[in-house]
């Protein structure tokens, strides 16, 4: 087995936010099957050390941004981890990168170029007789790891950045730069600069041997200005570098016919128990039109506010909307507030992995209306359980989901809706031909089938990571 490393800030099922620790939890056996061993590198938050056995000490730094800091070899829950025990950095109530209000940690540039310097010092020295022949860092709490690499002498593994979501480019005001050990020469518009200040997603871009994102059409998206976050100028300096290659999901975690969340079904048909059971959960009655999921953060990536504007289209016409989620404050009032107004809309405000997997299975379709979207796992997720997916076209949404266009349906390959512009209109309209076509029993069950035959997992994109690291470590 070939080794590599991994960097990431979350991963599950130990520490989750999103789908970043999906596909951080996920990509080591998707590897295995290709012939590499991945250890990954992740922060000792309380929830990973309270999750993982003792393992061993593995290294030790003596000022690691503050205070002495150490690395735990243990495997938990199948995986080889690495974690990064540093308490003044990481033991502290909250979630990943927020105090218990929700407000960022003021320390984040510090707490993730801790993270970064110690993938960095790993991919140089290995840990033992481990010797990492690619690191691979995962967005911008990642970021500095190529940099950080690149100061180590030219005898050193090559570096990958996968881009997760390009919306979040690591800040830091620009008089870190000492205190977070960059060098001063890198603090220019090639570099790490970026409006007068550092950020560490487009130190990653710069200095990696190579850039990934996680769907073939979020690597187009990159190079406009519509979705380059600014950094559009520098994606297209790096084209030849940048490849897209689609995440998979879990095919265990999330498989119908034997998920312990629900009573498991093989076939389309065999979700009318969990339909039943989602209907009951979320007080929703009888109703002639579509049950409709959303799972997902809300935050205005996800273009849920264009949703609240076309629901009527569905709720008029006899379908229904149960919605999972957390976020925005202003969000999560105005579906309570949708909720109290209208019989076929039940929301349950939170952050529940269980109910998620009851929803998915008992929902006729799972709506995504994102304003932008690098991949996104729920609509791969209803796919694989006859969840029909309503989304917008854009990223990772236009590559995983096959639209019911005229040719589409009678082609019959046709796997879920979409939608564009990205409007409440035009969700309106996606939603009024979303019932029209459920009420055609033989063409939605015809959907739904041909969405649990979609190859969804990691089947075709762990090879695509391993000619990548192949083509980065040649022997
Ligand atoms: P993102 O990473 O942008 O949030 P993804 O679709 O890639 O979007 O991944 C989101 C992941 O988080 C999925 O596994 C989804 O099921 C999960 N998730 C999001 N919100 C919730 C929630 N409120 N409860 C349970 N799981 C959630
Ligand atoms: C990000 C993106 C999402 C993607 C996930 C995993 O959070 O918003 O689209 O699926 O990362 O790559």
């Known amino acids: 087995m070939k080794p590599v490393l991994s960097v990431a800030s979350e991963c599950a099922p130990l520490i989750k936010t999103g789908g970043l620790a999906d596909v951080a939890g996920a990509l080591p056996a998707a590897m295995a099957t290709q012939g590499w061993d991945m250890r990954t590198l992740i922060p000792g938050y ?20 503050g205070g002495p800091a150490r690395i735990r070899a243990v495997i938990a829950d199948g995986l080889k981890l690495l974690i990064l025990e540093a308490p003044h950095l990481f033991d502290r109530g909250g979630g990943p990168y927020n105090d218990p209000s929700g407000r960022d940690w003021p320390d984040n540039p ?12 790993i991919g140089a020295e290995g840990v033992g007789r481990w010797m990492p022949r690619i690191v691979h860092a995962h967005d911008w709490q990642a970021g500095l790891v190529p940099l950080y690499l690149s100061q180590r002498g030219d005898d050193r593994p090559s570096s990958i950045l996968t881009i997760h979501n390009m919306a979040f480019l690591g800040m830091a005001p620009a008089n870190l730069r000492a205190a977070l050990r960059l060098p001063e020469s890198g603090f220019t518009q090639d570099g790490y600069e970026f409006w007068n200040q550092i950020s ?23 190079l406009t200005q519509e979705y380059g976050a600014g950094l559009d100028g520098l994606m297209r300096a790096r084209a030849a570098n940048l490849s897209g ?7 265990e975690a999330w498989n119908p016919a034997t998920d312990p969340h629900i009573e498991t079904y093989k076939s389309p048909g065999g979700k009318r128990r969990a339909k039943a059971a989602l209907r009951a959960e979320f007080e929703l009655d009888e109703a002639d039109g579509p049950l409709c999921v959303v799972v997902s953060r809300l935050s205005d990536q996800k273009g849920l506010d264009i949703l609240l504007d076309a629901l009527p289209a569905l709720v008029d016409r006899g379908g229904q909307l149960a919605l999972l989620g957390s976020g925005d404050k202003g969000l999560e009032t105005r579906f309570r507030q949708a909720a109290n ?40 997720y209803g796919l694989r359980y006859g969840a029909v997916p309503i989304v917008a076209y854009t990223g990772g949404l236009i590559d995983t989901v096959i639209p019911a266009t005229p040719m589409g349906l009678r082609t019959g390959v046709a796997t879920g809706l979409q939608f564009h512009p990205v409007t409440s209109h035009a969700l ?11 009420k055609r029993p033989g063409t939605w069950a015809a959907l739904q089938k041909n969405g649990m035959r979609q190859q969804v997992g ?9 000619a990548l690291y192949e083509e980065l470590s040649p022997d």
């Not at 999750?51 to 290294?59: D, H, L, T």
């Not at 290659?245 to 095919?251: A, K, P």
């Not at 990691?458 to 391993?466: G, H, L, N, Q």
């Open 46 to 65: 309380p929830a990973v050390i309270s999750q993982s056995g003792r393992g061993r000490v593995v290294m030790e730094e003596d000022d690691l941004f």
């Open 458 to 466: 990691w089947e075709a994109s762990a090879p695509d990571y391993a």
């Open 245 to 251: 290659i689609l995440n998979g999901i879990d095919l």
């Open 200 to 222: 560490a997603l487009k130190a990653g871009l710069v200095w990696a041997d190579h850039i990934t994102t996680v769907s073939p059409s979020y690597a187009r998206e990159l």
């Open 428 to 438: 309106a309209g996606a939603l009024i031909d979303a019932v029209t076509l459920y």
């Open 341 to 380: 107004a209208h019989p076929n809309i039940a929301v349950h405000i939170g952050y529940d992995e269980a109910k998620s997997h009851r929803m998915i299975a008992g929902a006729d379709a799972i709506l995504v209306p994102s304003r932008f979207e690098p991949c996104g796992l729920t609509q791969l």
């Open 110 to 121: 510090a707490r993730f170029a801790a993270l970064s310097w110690m993938g960095a010092r």
